[in-house]
């Protein structure tokens, strides 16, 4: 049944909505708004003679807020106290503010990205990441709340089988979030951008972005290669722009090959080789610095610019 048949226009021209159309909306069971109703009373206010109850727009402001404060961990009881209580629009900002205050430490936070993960909320699950970036800064977000949470979707894909679209859905948002964070930076510390890229066939990339932004907080300029960056490439740029130092990410052991870094041209000043990633063995890098988190990654190339 297409939504329109769902719901109709008041008296005064507000939109009325249906049980129905308002779990949809929600992305909830409508056995679950009728259970809300019945213990909690955040039920539908309109009523006319001979129909069923319908829900107005205080009604569904009342209703999202209920749900944000669920999905963040807060008891149902309490959660509906507080959705009862609140009088007026629900803007991203209001929910966002009332469940971080509730997130007070770095494991409660990710718990509630996980839960938020597996609702699909695609815009809460940017307004608290996009809230903890500002607050945080790129290295501890990126330590404390993204690393963990992809490490806890990883397990769950893992053990379960199911899920790979609450990875994508999360990994779209952090890599689109952290492109912003690496905008064009003013007078940046370096001349010559360092070098950032995904080693021969490696297809995982976030870990480049995140220092690609780290970077860009530095007032460092990066030149960002990506995924699978053949070592061709990496050496043509070498030639032509004398990066003060190359990043090389390998997420995978395939990708980690360490004969390749002796294919990176010889130039005056030699850049700061920087390996990062699982990819690498160790026991065989002896030509670079393999680091083992960003802010390894970010303190061996502000050494190489003499930052």
Same mark, same amino acid.
């Given at each position: ?16 909505? %249906? @049980? ?8 909830? #069971? ?15 206010? +309109? ?30 009881? $309490? ?55 500002? #607050?945080?800064?790129? %290295? ?39 492109? $912003? ?39 460092? #300029? ?15 740029? @070498? ?20 004969? @390749?870094?002796? $294919? ?19 026991? +065989?890098?002896?030509?670079? @610095? ?8 970010? $303190? ?8």
């Amino acid at each position: 049944m297409a939504e329109n048949s769902l719901r109709k226009e008041t008296q005064n021209g507000a939109e009325a909505l %249906t @049980v129905a159309a308002v779990a949809r909306r929600l992305g909830v #069971a409508p056995a679950t708004l009728r259970t809300w109703d019945r213990r909690y009373g955040l039920g539908p206010s +309109e009523h006319s003679t001979g129909e069923h109850r319908r829900y107005n727009g205080g009604d569904l402001a009342r209703l999202t807020l209920m749900r944000k404060l669920v999905i963040a961990g807060v008891s149902p009881a $309490e959660a509906a106290q507080r959705a009862l209580a609140f009088d007026g629009e629900v803007s991203a900002d209001q929910i966002a503010n009332s469940i971080t205050n509730d997130v007070a430490i770095r494991e409660e936070l990710v718990e509630t990205l996980i839960r938020a993960a597996r609702a699909y909320d695609r815009n809460f699950i940017e307004e608290l990441l996009r809230s903890e970036l500002s #607050a945080r800064g790129i %290295t501890n977000t990126w330590n404390e709340v993204i690393v963990p949470l992809l490490i806890l979707i990883g397990d769950e894909w893992a053990e379960s089988g199911t899920g790979i679209e609450i990875e994508h859905l999360v990994s779209e948002i952090i890599k689109r979030l952290l492109q $912003e964070a690496n905008s064009s930076i003013h007078n940046p510390i370096n001349a010559r951008p360092v070098l950032l890229a995904c080693i021969g066939e490696e297809m995982h990339s976030l870990a480049l972005y995140a220092l690609g932004a780290a970077l860009s907080e530095r007032k460092i #300029a990066t030149q960002f290669l990506g995924a699978r960056t053949p070592i061709e490439a990496i050496s043509a740029v @070498v030639k032509r722009s004398a990066p003060p130092a190359i990043f090389l990410w390998a997420q995978l052991d395939r990708n980690g090959n360490t004969e @390749v870094l002796g $294919e990176i041209p010889s130039i005056r000043p030699a850049p700061r080789v920087v390996l990062g990633g699982p990819g690498w063995d160790r026991k +065989e890098v002896k030509s670079a @610095v393999l680091v083992d988190d960003l802010l390894d990654a970010c $303190e061996e190339i502000m050494r190489a610019v003499g930052a």
